[in-house]
């Protein structure tokens, strides 16, 4: 009896479970590796030619980050080897390794951040870096991991007097944690630095988005840099430093009032240690004076004295307001480093043989509260083919971005320029056709990427504006050296008729005023710098 | 004494404390809304425009999945009233509300799946649905409470008998984890079902881009659902089912072996209840028979009944490389529920007056262990403007792409398909000119967008091989009307011009061979008949 009791429970129990039940049973947390695994695309790993660059690009990155980080002039080398016994062309495995003379990583750190995604120093400082999301070289080996089994392998040593450590590490991607498969201390000749060490599935191509042209790029926008390629094809490439001089070093800075949205200044709001909505105001942003503080309070109508942490929606809606309303100064620049205009002409002149070379820098400028600076290069003429549309280099923090070059803000900035204002031809929706070779760097603390495969900038409004603004300057600039050049060439033109016609005029003046041969040369002579003259 | 030794000591310890050190102070982890939070473009909150259409795209396709699992037919009501006391087309501020019959989600869960990034069901199950990473409805609600402060509001009913329950939730973006600002039982008059209210700043605007086009093209794709929809203006407009019966119910699957990678491989062998290797393969994947999970283990050289737990990594790459050469049946159809030759063709004729309608579905085919599957419908002629580009139509699993139209594969399918071949005329690397639209749809339990916001589908070679094959086939029908037409268009002109000249003739052998009135009518006849005769 007992037992029939509890089974008709049970049943009943059964039929009571409704669909929202049975959904809930599924619903559960999604790791972010496990997240990037199934869209390994959106990082760059869409294909295996594809996953070539990336790797190498998220660890040089990494490199000359680090290096600038120490203020050492970086000397990072890069080599790729095929296996299989396999040619370079036809393999579809790689190791590929990247060494540099950074700071090294600290031994607690090091599986984290290269065998853990969303992990690292850079995300929430405002700061001017080549890496910025902390899950390039993790996915880099997690990519290697998925297509090979093989883990990552580091080597690292952070002090001369100490040994280096050395790791092999799979990444556990349903918890997105590190898993250590080897750790040891081992010697290692140099002071200090990281070796990376990957083994994926991969294809070696040449051409415009290859690992070679990530790498001359590259040297081009950081002319502080020594590289060393050794390809899959064994051939060794030196791209020696033009400069000894390190870039400035970027500052952290405090966000800047504008574009501040109404839910982080609410947040902000609740977490600072400012006694005061004024202070709060001074201490947590930059450019924010008391007096600025003040009139933002005032026009608020929110007394200045009030605790931030009382401070109610309504109250931080009206302050937020008040903000883009307040005239305030622009962000400090020192937290950008641009390359700036006489290095980008000279990378420039180093790289492309052209008659006219200009580059501009435009002033900081912000977006949603991040400062950036955009930059932009003109080559013109010379060996430059003279009938296809430009060509265009983006880079991005000096990184070159060598995919996606038509969805991004600088393609768009481009066309939205009317380059026949400056005596270039344009088709309508069309780059500008010369021999013309267009680049643009964006500094910025923070680059808004398109996808987390940084191919791309998004189409923010007032990173377009600037970039227009940088190439109408570097336009007229460029549209005064072929108008003068126009100018010349027809000069040139009508000088040489002078001389061509000249000699018959005087043949014939000879004859129909019968003079002679020495009265002939004078007239001539005569004529030619009246002509001259008149020309002029 | 002491003191001044304990100082040396001190200053000593500041000295040695190298780079990386101070570095690794700055290393933590990042959570996945503090990335979400900078990097909104990439969901799909690029601007106010594009978040008003991602913020009713996310709650309508979780609205539509979770009908379809309860099997009932959607009843979904989607309102936008703007705030400020301004005009629609005018207002920054957004009140959306989307209600569903659906079944409902169970209290413990609301807040997760409203406020909290990366949870919900649909990530792990083989299964066709709209979403599929649980990003989309708690990222509006980011997005709203980033904008204007305020909660996400959500009412769910999951059973009759029981009360509603109403909650207000902020997302904790530190931590990635919601914050229940208000919960509380309430009376519902419905038997069960969601809403949910997102207030965010928002801008509305009509167009191929707009919340109006998408519900318009969502109709389409749904025949099965109801839609009423209140614009900002207060217009209401109906979008009645056309038809009361389910799409068939799609069912999970296991993993297909083709496209698996070794990675992943190497982890189901870890983690697999299965006893031996043989039983893992029958078992852990969908279509391998033991026969054919012996012949794999045969052509790796690994005894098939070893321990999957004991399985080397070496080993592991040789099933991996005996998987891919063995024959293996194309994944189950059941797992996909494509909308159907019959449905598509409704659809466009519902839509659009042409002509002529063609829809062709593929069968479904594999990129990485996926099962897909491509339907493509055409319509021609009628009015569709002659002298344009066509217009094309995308949807994945049902829902309509807006954005980012030419980066996708459908895109690059219709422009990789020669259309002359089908008697259109196309410029190159442009759409194909012409009275057409092309409507492409991919039915997948995973889509590969190219982003989180869903815009565009990845260039993944399988797929755009299947849309080529599926345009081309649709093409060919196309080819076989248009030429048709045209025949029938020269017909009738020769046709026209025997009917104008045969009397003239008449006329003329009257006069030639001086017949009577009603000679010349029996000619005239006989003539017509030869010629027509003649003409077929």
Known sequence: MVQTKLTTVSDKKKRTITKAEELAKGQREISVAEFFTKNRHLLGFDNPRKALLTTVKEAV???????????VLPDVSVKIIALGGKEASVADRFVVTIEDN?????????PNI?????????????????????IGISAAGMYGQLTTGKPVKITSKIDPKRNAMYYELHIDTQKNEPEILKEEEVEWEKDHGTKVTIELEAKYVKGKQSVDEY????????PHVTLTYISPEKKKTNFPRVTEEMPAEAKSIKPHPYGVELGILMKMLKSTKAKNLQAFLKKDFSRVSPKIAKEICDKAGVYEKSRPSRIATQEADNLFKAINITKIMAPPTNCLVPI?????????????????????????????????????GLAYGGDIPSDHISRVIRFANRV????????????????????????????????PTGPLIIMVNIASVWVPFTSESKEAIAHYPQIIKEMKLALQEAGRQLSIHIRKRKHA?????KKSYIEKYLPHVGIALKEILNLKQTEEQKVEVNLKKILEKHRE
């Open 61 to 71: 990155d990494n490199s000359l980050d680090a290096c600038e980080e120490m203020n």
């Open 102 to 110: 950074g700071p090294g990583v600290v031994k607690k750190q090091i």
């Open 114 to 134: 290269f065998a853990k995604l969303l992990y690292g120093s850079k995300f929430h400082s405002m700061k001017q870096s080549r890496g910025q999301q902390g």
């Open 215 to 222: 790498l001359k790029q590259t040297a081009i926008a950081n």
């Open 340 to 376: 700036g205009k006489d290095l980008i002409e000279k990378g420039l002149k180093k790289e492309i043989d052209a008659d006219f070379y200009i580059a501009v820098t435009r002033p900081p400028a912000v977006y949603r509260g991040n400062p950036f600076q955009i930059e932009v």
């Open 400 to 431: 070159p971005l060598l995919y996606q070059q038509s969805s991004g803000a600088v393609f768009k900035a481009i066309l939205g320029t009317n380059w026949r204002n400056y005596s270039l031809s344009q088709s309508k929706g069309a780059l």
């Open 489 to 493: 060439e027809h000069e040139e033109k």
